[in-house]
């Protein structure tokens, strides 16, 4: 015997139709949200991450400015000792030509000359002082011309003047230059040769060499014994 359906089977299809497709798009939809969520707590860790590498970064980077900053304090400091143990250097190289200086200025000082002022600028010495005539202060100029120490005498001014006891005389001021160490020739080698130097060279003029004794005549040969 036939049998005959008579529910309503589509209507019942469609609504679990319906039902599959609502789930679906819910499961869908969730997968979205942990997927959305996953990323956004990711790029969060990242972005942390990042900050927290930059902020390292940035700490180094103080670090090394400040390293730098001391390098160039100490770099600064090296240079100023160097300065000071140059200046020092030249202090004690300039010791023996002070020295030598007064030494030979007193030596070329000729009678009857004073010095009232003695200005020295480097190698350059500027002398003011009063002498009884024209020709002492020639006398002075050609001492200073022969001496080791001194060279290159310049007068610049001369004029006469009355001394309080109403004796004429001539108020000069004299330009010399300092023979420094590094115009010295050295004669020899070592601390034998550097003690032998002297700021000038020799004189031209040397003196003549005496005359060769003339070569005496030969021996006569010893007699031999008889053999």
Same mark, same amino acid.
């Given at each position: 015997?036939?049998?005959?359906?008579?529910?309503?089977?589509?209507?019942?299809?469609?609504?679990?139709?319906?039902?599959?497709?609502? /789930?679906?798009?819910?499961?869908?939809?969730?997968?979205?949200?942990?997927?959305?969520?996953?990323?956004?707590?990711?790029?969060?860790?990242?972005? +942390?991450?990042?900050?927290?590498?930059?902020?390292?970064?940035?700490?180094?980077?103080?670090?090394?400015?400040?390293?730098?900053?001391?390098?160039?304090?100490?770099? &600064?400091?090296?240079?100023?000792?160097?300065?000071?143990?140059?200046?020092?250097?030249?202090?004690?190289?300039? %010791?023996?030509?002070?020295?030598?200086?007064? +030494?030979?200025?007193? =030596?070329?000082?000729? +009678?009857?000359?004073?010095?009232?002022?003695?200005?020295?600028?480097?190698?350059?010495?500027?002398?003011?002082?009063?002498?009884?005539?024209?020709? %002492?202060?020639?006398?002075?100029?050609?001492?200073?011309?022969? /001496?080791?120490?001194?060279?290159?005498? /310049?007068?610049?001014?001369?004029?006469?003047?009355?001394?309080? +006891?109403?004796?004429? $005389?001539?108020?000069?001021?004299?330009?010399? =230059?300092?023979?420094? @160490?590094?115009? &010295?020739?050295?004669?020899?080698?070592? @601390?034998? $040769?550097?003690? =032998?130097?002297?700021?000038?060279?020799?004189?031209?003029?040397?003196?003549?060499?005496?005359?060769?004794?003339?070569?005496? =005549?030969?021996?006569?040969?010893?007699?031999?014994?008889?053999?």
């Amino acid at each position: 015997m036939t049998r005959i359906n008579l529910l309503p089977w589509r209507e019942l299809l469609r609504k679990e139709r319906e039902r599959e497709f609502y /789930s679906i798009l819910g499961g869908a939809a969730f997968v979205m949200v942990l997927v959305i969520v996953y990323i956004h707590f990711h790029m969060t860790g990242v972005i +942390d991450t990042q900050n927290g590498r930059n902020a390292f970064l940035d700490q180094e980077i103080k670090k090394v400015e400040q390293q730098i900053t001391e390098i160039k304090s100490l770099e &600064t400091e090296k240079a100023q000792l160097l300065a000071r143990m140059k200046v020092i250097e030249e202090l004690q190289g300039q %010791r023996p030509q002070m020295v030598h200086l007064f +030494d030979e200025l007193v =030596k070329t000082i000729p +009678d009857g000359v004073y010095l009232t002022s003695f200005k020295q600028t480097g190698n350059a010495i500027v002398v003011e002082g009063i002498a009884q005539s024209n020709a %002492r202060v020639s006398a002075f100029m050609r001492n200073i011309d022969g /001496s080791h120490w001194l060279t290159e005498p /310049s007068l610049n001014v001369i004029e006469a003047v009355n001394s309080k +006891d109403g004796q004429k $005389g001539s108020k000069f001021i004299l330009n010399i =230059k300092q023979v420094t @160490a590094g115009e &010295t020739s050295v004669s020899g080698g070592g @601390a034998e $040769g550097a003690s =032998k130097a002297t700021p000038k060279d020799a004189p031209k003029s040397a003196p003549k060499a005496a005359p060769k004794a003339a070569n005496p =005549k030969p021996a006569a040969p010893k007699a031999g014994k008889p053999s």
